[in-house]
C-alpha cells in the first residue's frame, strides 16, 4: 500500500508538474543542486566551453505530426575542410546510421562539422550539408567530401516516413551555430527523442583540467533517445518514479521504456590529441553513459565522436607533413575523467531541460523532477554512526 501511495503521490507530482510545464522554466542539474562527479566545470558547462566550438540547431515542430530537427556542430570557426580536425569514433552498439563514419575511422580527421538528425532524414542532412559545404569560399575545385551525420529514431514523436527536413533547415542550423550557451532540451535535433521513456533531448556539459594537468577542457553535447534504469549522480532514482507507461497510461500508446533507441555522443576537447588518443577518449564517454544507467541494448546505436580543436594539430590537406602533437599516456587520465563526468551531466541535462511533447503517436512526459532530486537529496543525506562498543 506504501508504494502504490508513493506511485500515486509522483504522478500527482508529475501531472502537475505537466500542467505547468509550459510555462515555467526547466533548470539544468547543476541548477537544481545535483552535482556530477568532482571536476569543476567550464563557464557555460556545455561544449562550447571549448574555445571555437559552434553550436546550431533547427527545429521543425507542426501539430503533434513534426517534433524532429538538425543539430550542427562545429569544431572552429575556419574552413574544417581546409583546416581539419583530429577525430575518431567508436561504436558502444552500432545499431545505427552514422554516415561518414569509415573515413573518419581510415584517416582519423574531421573534414566536415558534424550534424545530428532523425533517423530517416540521415542522407537528407547529409546531401543539404555537402551543398552547403561546396558551396563555401576555398571549395570551387573540391570533388570529394566526407559529411559526418549521426542520427537516433525520433519516429514515436514525429512522423519519421515523412522524411520532412529541408535544405533551408540544415543551412540554419549550420549558419545559426554559437560559441554561447547551448540550447537544451527537445530542440534541434532532439525535438522528438525519447530517454528511459520520459522525454529526452540535446544536453552538454564541461569539465575543465586544473593547471597542474594541462588546463584543458573537454565538453560534451548528446542526443539521448536509449532507455535502461534511470540513475543520477549514482542514486537509482527510477525506483522511486512511476514506469513511464504507467505515467502516460491515459495515452493510446505509452513512450517506449525499454533499453532499445539510440545516443549520439560528441566531445570535443583543446587538448592536443591524435587520432588514437580521440579514440581513447571517446571510450570514456561511454563510462558516462553506463553511469546513468544505460546498457546499450541490442536495438540502441551508441556513438561517441570525439575530436581535438588544437591549433597546432589542425591538417591541411595541400601539405605534405601534417602535425601530429600528443600528450604523453600518463597526461590522458584526467581528461579520461572529464569525458566521462561530462557525458554523465549532458545526459541528465538533456531529460532535466526537456519539456513534455505530444507527439505523432503519443505523449513524452518531462521526467518528474521533485520525485528525482528528493531522492538524490535522501542518497546524500550522512548515515548516522553506528555506537562505538566500549
Known sequence: MKCWSLLLLALAAGNAAAVADSAEPRPRARQAGVVIG??????????????????????????????????????????????????????????????????????GELETPILLTGTLSTWKVADATA?????????????????????????YLSDIRARPLTPALVEQALSGASTGAVEEGAVGAGAGTVAFGWKGGI??????????????????????????????????VWKVLPDPAEYARSQANPPPSTGDGS??????????????????????ALV????????????????????????????????????????????????????????????????????TVHGHRGTAAALPLQPVLEAVRRARRPVPAAPVSP
Open 38 to 107: 568532482t571536476l569543476p566545470t567550464g563557464p557555460l558547462n556545455a561544449i562550447t566551453d571549448v574555445a571555437g566550438v559552434a553550436v546550431g540547431h533547427a527545429t521543425l515542430t507542426e501539430g503533434t505530426r513534426l517534433h524532429t530537427g538538425v543539430t550542427a556542430i562545429l569544431p572552429h570557426a575556419g574552413n574544417v575542410y581546409r583546416q581539419r580536425v583530429p577525430a575518431a569514433i567508436v561504436v558502444g552498439n552500432g545499431y545505427g546510421k552514422l554516415a561518414g563514419i569509415t573515413q573518419v575511422q581510415e584517416l
Open 131 to 155: 551543398d552547403w559545404l561546396l558551396r563555401q569560399p576555398g571549395m570551387e575545385q573540391v570533388r570529394s567530401i566526407n559529411p559526418v551525420v549521426g542520427e537516433t529514431n525520433d519516429g
Open 203 to 236: 544536453g552538454s556539459s564541461s569539465r575543465q583540467l586544473t593547471a597542474g594537468d594541462g588546463g584543458y577542457t573537454v565538453g560534451v553535447l548528446v542526443q539521448s533517445n536509449f532507455g535502461g534504469e534511470l540513475t543520477i549522480a549514482g542514486v537509482p
Open 263 to 284: 545516443i549520439m555522443m560528441v566531445v570535443a576537447t583543446d587538448a592536443p590529441l591524435d587520432a588514437a588518443q580521440l579514440q581513447r577518449l571517446a571510450h570514456r
Open 288 to 355: 558516462g553513459l553506463a553511469r546513468t544507467g544505460s546498457v546499450m541494448s541490442n536495438g540502441s546505436g551508441d556513438y561517441v565522436i570525439a575530436f581535438s580543436t588544437a591549433r597546432e594539430n589542425r591538417r591541411d590537406p595541400e601539405v605534405a607533413v601534417q602535425p601530429a602533437r600528443s600528450l604523453a599516456g600518463e597526461a590522458m587520465s584526467p581528461l579520461f575523467q572529464a569525458a566521462a563526468e561530462a557525458t554523465e551531466e549532458a545526459i541528465v541535462n538533456s531529460l532535466f531541460r526537456a519539456r
